[in-house]
């Protein structure tokens, strides 16, 4: 691995089930961030984790939780998706909070 | 008002034009700043920090204002592999947070 990488690319998805999105980084990052991508709405920060343990909830959680049980792992997960999900997620690092961010190559989610 | 803001064009240029963006902040407490690029469907990649003194790479010139809290990219001699959207980021230290920008798209034409 080098970088960051996120799984899967894409996946289409029935409403009300539930999906998680994996992201891995091999950089020792100590902050990791999950965002939404829209059209016309920019990027939004779902949630975030300053190191491993630790977690917060970033603009738009409702419908995501996270965990951080690592320095490299940090899935997202959609309990019961719907289809105002439907989006590009993208998942990102840093060496700390505030730093440069690194981001993965994103995952196309439908939710139907 | 949000946090950053940007013109989100398109803006079409020819090859070869200089073509400047903005973007302003609104939190005065706001510590860092860069611009970022994203290419159509990919994720994005920094492009350049924004330092207070300005701050030049190439064809590419960062500006930082703060008495107008904006920041600024100036981009000269346009190539058509600039076509793209940038991104503005300004970071905060007491949200702890960088906030993006909408994305301003450039389409250089030849």
């Known amino acids: 691995i080098a970088g960051i990488t996120q799984a899967p690319t894409s996946q289409i998805l029935a409403a009300g089930r539930r999906m998680t999105l994996r992201c891995t980084q091999d950089?020792?990052?100590?902050?990791m961030y999950w965002y939404r991508q829209d059209l016309g709405l920019g990027l939004r920060l779902i949630h975030y984790?300053?190191?491993?343990?630790?977690?917060g909830k970033g603009e738009v959680p409702d419908g995501y939780s996270v965990s951080r049980a690592n320095t490299d792992d940090f899935p997202l997960t959609l309990a019961s998706a719907v289809p105002s999900q439907t989006s590009v997620y993208f998942c990102?690092?840093?060496?700390?909070?505030?730093?440069?961010?690194?981001f993965g190559p994103g995952t196309r989610l439908t939710v139907l | 008002r949000k946090e950053v803001e940007q013109d989100p064009g398109p803006f079409n240029v020819p090859e070869g034009a200089t073509v400047a963006f903005n973007c302003t902040y609104s939190?005065?407490?706001?510590?860092?700043f860069f611009w970022y690029r994203q290419d159509c469907r990919k994720e994005p990649k920094l492009l350049m920090s924004?330092?207070?003194s300005g701050n030049e790479d190439g064809r590419f010139t960062a500006q930082l204002n703060r008495a107008s809290q904006y920041i600024s990219l100036l981009i000269r001699d346009s190539k058509l592999s600039d076509s793209a959207t940038y991104l503005c980021?300004?970071?905060?230290?007491?949200?702890?947070?960088?906030?993006f920008g909408q994305g301003t798209t450039l389409q250089v034409k030849p």
């Open positions: 950089m020792r990052h100590n902050a």
């Open positions: 984790s300053n190191t491993a343990g630790t977690t």
């Open positions: 939190n005065s407490a706001s510590q860092s």
């Open positions: 924004v330092y207070s």
């Open positions: 980021v300004v970071y905060s230290g007491n949200t702890g947070k960088l906030i």
């Open positions: 990102a690092s840093s060496l700390q909070e505030g730093a440069q961010q690194f």
